[in-house]
């Protein structure tokens, strides 16, 4: 009983989800512009930033399932 009612009050979506996919895209732009940078390359910072796009990612997955 005490289990369903904390489902029941419990809120699919939160408006902290709207800045998590802002942050996801912002981090996109960022690498593709360190992508796309012709003489000379930031390895460090290119390998940073895709491993932080990978992680809100798979954030943003989980997140949007828990939507449905």
Known sequence: ML???AGETATKFNSFDIFMIL???????????LLVERPKKNLFAIGFGIISLLVFLASDAVMIKSWF
């Open 3 to 5: 289990l369903a009612a």
């Open 23 to 33: 942050f996801t895209v912002i981090i996109f732009i960022g690498v593709v512009r």
